[in-house]
């Protein structure tokens, strides 16, 4: 009996995490509503950081400010890394994609005239690999993200200990909608596919490993699971930022 119970609870937790609550792709999300939608998850901002407004907006009647005050969610850095401060939204767990499938993303991002223009680190959007929690993953970089450092704007990619620079573009990003799309499938073969277009042009065709190697020494597990946050993440500084997001979609193209 006390095995039978014990593995009832194992099936359970399997299915809480890992199937229960899958959200049937296509989604969209033009923040509309005076409220977050429940394809969203709220731990990494704080109360009044993330709230739906109706100046700033690239189609519809509102769009979502993000404004991040220094100490904001701060964490301590890890293996050698700066602390950091962030005010993400981030999927929630039933829109993880997985290896080996193809991904269509899509959103706007506007960042205003006055936003500071910083030397040090700083994410807008990125998809993680997930890693168990505590493991030795938990601190690495993001598999793919977009940096807006120095006024230059970059895409990179990790998959392993180096950052390679998939796209850096130059001129002034601000007061302006940025329009990203992007087809992605995460691997850790050659069968990974990052294509991004930002504003109707095409900026990355990449093809090639996507994902880190899942195995003791990474921390990984197999198969790989990746989940996208976009706001604000960066080095602690003083200094506050707001960003303005509209337009969201992710679709499972095959």
Same mark, same amino acid.
């Given at each position: 009996?006390?095995?039978?119970?014990?593995?009832?609870?194992?099936?359970?937790?399997?299915? /809480?995490? %890992?199937?229960?609550?899958?959200?049937?792709?296509?989604?969209?999300?033009? @923040?509309?509503? &005076?409220?977050?939608? #429940?394809?969203?998850?709220?731990?990494? @901002?704080?109360?009044?950081?993330?709230?739906?407004?109706? *100046?700033?907006?690239?189609? !519809?009647?509102?769009?979502?400010?993000?404004?991040?005050?220094?100490?904001?969610?701060?964490?301590?850095?890890?293996? !050698?890394?700066?602390?950091? *401060?962030?005010?993400?939204?981030?999927?929630?767990?039933?829109? =993880?994609?997985?290896?080996?499938?193809?991904?269509?993303?899509?959103?706007?991002? @506007?960042?205003?005239?006055?936003?500071?223009?910083?030397?040090?680190?700083?994410?807008?959007?990125?998809?993680?690999?997930?890693?168990?929690?505590?493991?030795?993953?938990?601190?690495?970089?993001?598999?793919?993200? =977009?940096? $807006?450092?120095?006024?230059?704007?970059? =895409?990179?990619?990790?998959?392993?200990? %180096?950052?390679?620079?998939? $796209?850096?573009?130059?001129?002034?990003?601000?007061?302006?909608? /940025?329009? @990203?799309?992007? %087809?992605?499938?995460?691997?850790? #073969?050659?069968? !990974?596919?990052?294509?991004? %277009?930002?504003?109707?042009? /095409?900026?990355?065709? $990449?093809?090639?490993?996507?994902?880190?190697?899942?195995?003791?020494?990474?921390?990984?597990?197999?198969?790989?699971?990746?989940?996208?946050?976009?706001?604000? +993440?960066?080095?602690?500084? &003083? *200094? &506050?930022?707001?960003?303005?997001?509209?337009? +969201?979609?992710?679709?499972?193209? $095959?």
């Amino acid at each position: 009996m006390a095995r039978l119970f014990i593995y009832l609870l194992i099936a359970q937790t399997a299915f /809480l995490f %890992h199937g229960s609550s899958r959200v049937k792709l296509p989604v969209h999300d033009g @923040f509309e509503t &005076p409220v977050l939608s #429940n394809i969203w998850d709220t731990d990494k @901002f704080v109360k009044g950081a993330v709230k739906v407004e109706p *100046e700033i907006v690239r189609a !519809g009647h509102s769009a979502l400010e993000i404004t991040l005050h220094t100490g904001d969610i701060y964490e301590a850095g890890q293996h !050698g890394n700066l602390p950091s *401060e962030r005010a993400e939204l981030t999927e929630t767990e039933g829109l =993880i994609s997985e290896e080996g499938k193809n991904y269509a993303y899509s959103f706007s991002m @506007f960042i205003p005239e006055d936003f500071p223009v910083v030397t040090t680190r700083l994410v807008i959007a990125q998809w993680k690999q997930e890693c168990p929690r505590g493991g030795i993953c938990d601190d690495n970089s993001p598999v793919l993200a =977009i940096r $807006y450092i120095s006024g230059s704007l970059k =895409i990179t990619q990790n998959t392993g200990s %180096h950052q390679t620079t998939l $796209y850096k573009g130059k001129g002034e990003y601000r007061n302006r909608w /940025l329009d @990203f799309k992007f %087809h992605i499938c995460f691997a850790k #073969n050659n069968n !990974g596919r990052i294509i991004a %277009h930002m504003n109707d042009s /095409l900026i990355v065709d $990449y093809k090639g490993a996507t994902a880190y190697q899942e195995n003791p020494s990474t921390g990984y597990t197999d198969p790989g699971r990746f989940y996208f946050k976009m706001g604000l +993440y960066r080095d602690v500084m &003083p *200094e &506050p930022m707001t960003i303005y997001i509209d337009e +969201y979609s992710k679709e499972l193209l $095959y």
